[in-house]
């Protein structure tokens, strides 16, 4: 079945480093890739999304290419920011039903 | 718009006990679903409903009701609350549950905060 793998948290970055998480699904067909991200106390919010190889979605600075070849959808930020810190999720969506599958999450926290 | 609210923000049960969780949109959205969140686990879906009147089943629909009586509300029953409940709740909306459902970003509400004595 269709299935996502986050790397596991928590990360602890300083101010302005650079991030990466890596995410690797597996899925029949086609999905669309989505990260979205969880601040504290909230609900999800969609950070960015890619619907087919080789797409980059990008967002507030971060960005993610869907890599059919490696069955992969990293997040990436050049410089990250206190206000960065909170809880990452990749997703995949089942191009057939619409559900999302999401990974496990990843803590990300940002220090000055 | 107030995009998706659910009530109650947080709620403490006994075992045994019932309730519904209430979710509702106001964006006009098809398609609506319930995901539990736990640690270390991610979210997973416990039902969903590509329109009024039509509800499917998720990954851990066991002891979890819904309905679909109308476009804009999605109430979730718990009909005898168990302490492997205890979770946090989020329902979720999008435009579209069919074709176009996988391009559709699906829009989150703040979530309920249950826990089962």
């Known amino acids: 079945g269709n299935s996502v793998t986050q790397m596991e948290g928590p990360v602890t970055l300083s101010e302005e480093a650079f991030l990466t998480i890596n995410c690797t699904y597996t899925?029949?067909?086609?999905?669309?890739l989505f990260w979205y991200v969880q601040y504290p106390g909230e609900g999800l919010q969609l950070l960015l999304k890619a619907t087919k190889a080789d797409d980059k979605g990008s967002n507030k600075g971060f960005e993610a290419t869907y890599r059919k070849e490696t069955t992969s959808f990293h997040l990436e930020k050049g410089s990250v920011q206190v206000s960065d810190s909170a809880v990452y999720f990749c997703a995949l969506s089942d191009r057939n039903t619409g559900k999302l599958i999401f990974g496990q999450g990843t803590t990300l926290q940002v220090k000055p | 718009n107030a995009g998706v609210t659910q009530t109650p923000k947080f709620q403490v049960l006994k075992t045994g006990q019932s309730m519904t969780l209430q979710c509702a949109q106001d964006m006009n959205h098809e398609y609506m679903s319930w995901y539990r969140q736990d640690p270390g686990m991610g979210l997973r879906l416990i039902h969903y409903s590509v329109g009024a009147g039509i509800t499917d089943q998720g990954e851990v629909p066991n002891g979890y009701n819904v309905s679909r009586s109308t476009t804009e509300d999605f109430p979730l029953r718990l009909l005898s609350a168990a302490p492997s409940q205890t979770s946090v709740y989020f329902c979720?909306?999008?435009?579209?549950?069919?074709?176009?459902?996988?391009?559709?970003?699906?829009?989150f509400g703040p979530g309920t905060r249950l826990t089962v004595l």
């Open positions: 899925a029949t067909g086609y999905p669309s």
């Open positions: 979720a909306s999008s435009y579209s549950g069919r074709e176009t459902s996988a391009y559709n970003e699906q829009f």
